[in-house]
């Protein structure tokens, strides 16, 4: 069995094989690859800290929630985006500020990262994503990624503003309001004949 030593020299290798086949392997050290991960995600050098998120995220331990967490401000758009890719595997609801946050963010795979790990909360993203999509003053771009989680969500509570939506004149405002729609069964609707 490799030591942990040699784990994390191959984790920040630089050789992207060689890094991910290491990071599987920390799990099999518990705490201790929890915690040399967890030192590794102050690291300077922004590969070694995207590495030790990934590694992280193999753990089913209420601490990686809050590193992740932490992640998601991290100073390098990468950092961020493997902080977003890994709350998707595990939700916390800390993060909703932040991931609304990252629907506006220029950085187009990080809007999507960050709609996905709102997506990943299920219901509890719900509240916090109506009022985004109900005011005026959001921007066309971050309501698209908003009603797209709602769409994946399929929380009863969205389907009054999804049929708003539905009719509002945006093209992929109505497309992904009508896939929530089907998606939670209401996406057809029938009129009596007169």
Not at 114 to 121: F, Q, S, T, V
């Amino acid at each position: 069995m490799t030591d942990l030593k040699t784990l994390l020299a191959d984790l920040t290798s630089g050789d992207e094989p060689r890094a991910e086949s290491a990071a599987v392997q920390f799990v099999s050290f518990g705490k201790k690859g929890l915690y040399a991960l967890a030192a590794l995600t102050a690291s300077e050098d922004p590969d070694h800290r995207w590495w030790a998120l990934r590694a992280l995220t193999e753990f089913e331990e209420p601490r990686v929630r809050n590193l992740l967490l932490l992640a998601l401000n991290d100073p390098n758009p990468g950092v961020q985006a493997c902080a977003a890719l890994g709350l998707r595997l595990h939700p916390n609801e800390a993060a909703i500020p932040d991931l609304l946050r990252l629907l506006g963010n220029e950085d187009k795979l990080l809007s999507r990262l960050g709609r996905d790990a709102l997506a990943g909360l299920g219901t509890a993203a719900t509240p916090h994503l109506i009022p985004l999509l109900e005011e005026e003053t959001t921007p066309h771009t971050v309501k698209l990624e908003a009603v797209r989680a709602l769409a994946e969500i399929e929380d009863p509570a969205s389907i009054s503003l999804l049929f708003k939506l539905s009719q509002s004149g945006s093209g992929l405002l109505t497309h992904w309001a009508e896939v929530g729609l089907e998606r939670m069964g209401v996406g057809m609707v029938f009129f009596a004949p007169e």
